[in-house]
């Protein structure tokens, strides 16, 4: 795999998709389209916007009125939720939500802007060849990593069967550009963005007010439940907030089911120098514990070793 750097990307696009939600399509050419031609599922990217403009003031959210104007000093940790080869270009995609100063910045990118992206950073999913079902658990904005898991799955592993799983608040807050219509829906197929590799998905929401009324790891159990057969040749791969990761992480411990997680922690560099984003590791075979990190030995886990 080429080795990580400090490259520039071309802005393609930046699309509003949602509520608060916008997707950016990165350009990489030359050694920046080697290196992130390689970028697997669950790595990710440490990207500069603090020459990136405020939007207008009328555009601001009254919520980040006054955070808005704190100074960036600080690169921002994204997973793409798809790369493309084409030639001797690379097209990364990034999913972002409006949450502050930096991703508040994110909305004025337009097509031609550059910006600067170290990457690829970390590690990502790995995926065992003795497998014959992967459950992916996607939580808020968690689903970039994982949706393009389903891309690379159904591409190069085409004889394991791929069911996704996506929650949220609320409809509102679920970071998809489309649900499909009730027909799709009996049918197993809820989202487009799986939908599209032919993947079924599943959803909830902690409100109700889209598909299954309570958590998405409800959905996830509900599955495993219907059948103790089906446990057989499944691995599980999540990412979303720490509370959901738990519970997946002991609903797999407790089927004996492998299972892969994908942390968060704040980055301040996203290479192991400043030791800021330390995850509490159980050490097989002892009752001892260690701290790896999150962006260097992760942020894809192995769901038995992180302690919640």
Same mark, same amino acid.
């Given at each position: ?14 699309? /509003? ?30 990207? @500069? ?57 994110? &909305? ?47 591409? @190069? ?47 909830? &929401? ?5 598909? /299954? /009324? ?71 075979? &002892?009752?001892? &514990? ?19």
């Amino acid at each position: 795999m080429p080795d990580k750097g400090v490259f520039n990307a071309v802005v393609s696009s930046n699309n /509003h998709v949602g509520h608060c939600f916008y997707r950016v399509s990165l350009e990489f050419s030359g050694a920046g389209a080697d290196a992130f031609g390689s970028f697997r599922p669950g790595q990710f990217a440490q990207i @500069d916007v603090s020459d990136v403009a405020l939007p207008s003031a009328e555009a601001i959210p009254e919520d980040l009125v006054d955070s808005s104007k704190r100074k960036i000093l600080l690169r921002r940790p994204f997973s793409f939720t798809n790369v493309t080869v084409d030639g001797n270009k690379t097209f990364a995609e990034l999913l972002y939500r409006v949450v502050g100063p930096a991703t508040l910045r994110m &909305t004025t990118l337009s097509a031609g802007d550059s910006i600067s992206v170290i990457g690829p950073l970390g590690n990502g999913f790995w995926i065992p060849n003795d497998k014959k079902t992967a459950l992916l658990v996607a939580g808020g904005m968690g689903t970039p990593p994982i949706q393009f898991l389903v891309k690379v799955i159904t591409a @190069d592993y085409p004889k394991i069967e791929v069911v996704a799983f996506a929650g949220a608040k609320t409809a509102e807050e679920l970071p998809f550009e489309n649900r499909l219509d009730e027909i799709s829906q009996q049918l197993g197929f809820s989202l487009l963005e799986f939908a599209k590799y032919g993947v079924r998905s599943m959803v909830a &929401t902690d409100d109700g007010s889209t598909g /299954h /009324h309570g958590l998405v790891t409800d959905c996830l159990s509900q599955w495993l439940e219907q059948d103790d057969s089906a446990r057989d040749g499944v691995i599980i791969y999540s990412c979303g907030p720490e509370a959901m990761l738990a519970k997946v992480a002991k609903i797999a411990n407790k089927g004996k089911i492998d299972c892969q997680l994908s942390m968060e922690r704040r980055m301040a560099c996203g290479f192991g120098l400043c030791q800021s984003c330390a995850v509490e590791c159980r050490v097989n075979g &002892t009752n001892e &514990t260690i701290y790896k990190l999150c962006c260097e030995d992760g942020p894809v886990f192995d769901g038995r070793e992180v302690v919640f």
